[in-house]
């Protein structure tokens, strides 16, 4: 049986998702495959890792940091969001909070990690191969909100946030061989996304990246087919849908420390329900 496992991302709301992965630490759980979207890149490669509590410190922490997340980080460098400090500053092996790279490399499993060209609009799927010391590209690119900030280049192409094309990868996971995947969601299973603000955001991107800012349009169509399908693989015992009751009042970019914990809580209790599902 080969078992996936997608975590979704979602900003600051990924630290829900971090609660499930830490206890997957706790209990051995393992698995086959697993694909990232966003946050959610960062959030596997430090289970992959087998880095107990570090993306925590990220959200928690780091993550209240003027240079982590502000308006500042926009008027100098164009972007709310730093990537290189998170993804290099922070995490190089010389850094405050180093991703144990050699242990993601030995770790077995498939490792996913989903960015938007923002040229074509066709959903890249980087892999363990494209990740190297020191060499956390593929993150920022996954990572890349349109508007919050540019897109990030690699080898010259310009990437958005995965989430543009796959927001909710989990046909992918199951034509990558999966029998049974579990999906870390960060909403509600039974929110609806809607595109007004997406219709906001990709005006602003239109002229300069017609195709991204096409996707941006369709994202909410495709985040809710994708937690649809989900559903439907549930129905069948091939799929776990993991996702938190309510989001304890914290948005895509919030970071009030007490609700970030509580949802990371929520996390921690709702992962138990995944090692029944792989019996």
């Given at each position: 049986?080969?078992?996936?496992?997608?975590?979704?991302?979602?900003?600051?709301?990924?630290?829900?998702?971090?609660?499930?992965?830490?206890?997957?630490?706790?209990?051995?759980?393992?698995?086959?495959?697993?694909?990232?979207?966003?946050?959610?890149s960062?959030?596997?490669?430090?289970?992959?890792?087998g880095?107990?509590?570090?993306?925590f410190?990220?959200y928690?922490?780091?993550?209240?940091?003027?240079r982590?997340?502000?308006?500042?980080?926009?008027?100098?460098?164009?972007?709310?969001?730093?990537?290189?400090?998170?993804?290099?500053t922070?995490?190089?092996?010389?850094?405050?909070?180093?991703?144990?790279?050699?242990?993601?490399?030995?770790?077995?499993?498939?490792?996913?990690?989903?960015?938007?060209?923002?040229?074509?609009?066709?959903?890249?799927?980087?892999?363990?191969?494209?990740?190297?010391?020191?060499?956390?590209?593929?993150?920022k690119?996954?990572s890349?909100?349109p508007?919050?900030?540019?897109?990030?280049?690699?080898?010259?192409?310009?990437?958005?946030?995965?989430?543009?094309?796959?927001?909710?990868?989990?046909?992918?996971?199951?034509?990558?061989?999966?029998d049974?995947v579990v999906v870390?969601?960060?909403?509600p299973?039974?929110v609806?996304?809607?595109?007004?603000?997406?219709e906001?955001?990709?005006?602003?991107?239109?002229?300069?990246?017609?195709?991204?800012a096409?996707?941006?349009?369709?994202?909410?169509?495709?985040?809710?087919?994708?937690?649809?399908?989900?559903?439907?693989?549930?129905?069948?015992?091939?799929?776990l849908?993991?996702?938190?009751?309510?989001?304890?009042?914290?948005?895509?970019?919030?970071?009030?420390?007490?609700?970030?914990?509580?949802?990371?809580?929520?996390?921690?209790?709702d992962?138990?329900?995944?090692?029944?599902?792989?019996?």
């Open positions: 049986m080969k078992t996936g496992i997608i975590d979704v991302g979602g900003g600051f709301r990924g630290i829900y998702a971090c609660g499930v992965l830490d206890v997957c630490l706790d209990r051995g759980i393992c698995f086959d495959l697993a694909i990232g979207v966003s946050a959610g960062a959030n596997l490669a430090s289970f992959l890792a880095q107990r509590g570090r993306n410190v990220f928690t922490e780091y993550g209240t940091r003027k982590y997340a502000s308006v500042w980080n926009f008027l100098r460098k164009r972007s709310y969001v730093d990537l290189n400090y998170v993804y290099s922070l995490s190089n092996h010389d850094g405050e909070n180093p991703l144990n790279y050699a242990a993601l490399r030995d770790n077995p499993a498939e490792f996913l990690v989903v960015a938007t060209n923002a040229e074509t609009g066709e959903a890249m799927y980087f892999e363990k191969r494209d990740i190297g010391p020191d060499a956390y590209d593929v993150f690119a996954s890349s909100i508007v919050v900030g540019p897109p990030y280049f690699i080898g010259g192409t310009p990437y958005f946030d995965g989430a543009l094309s796959d927001p909710v990868p989990v046909e992918k996971a199951f034509a990558c061989g999966c049974r870390l969601l960060t909403k299973e039974n609806i996304r809607t595109s007004e603000q997406d906001k955001l990709a005006a602003r991107i239109r002229k300069k990246y017609p195709r991204a096409e996707n941006l349009c369709e994202r909410a169509t495709r985040y809710n087919a994708g937690v649809a399908l989900a559903q439907d693989y549930a129905k069948q015992g091939k799929a849908i993991v996702a938190p009751d309510d989001t304890c009042n914290v948005r895509t970019l919030s970071r009030h420390p007490a609700d970030l914990k509580r949802l990371y809580q929520k996390g921690q209790t992962a138990e329900k995944i090692r029944a599902f792989l019996g």
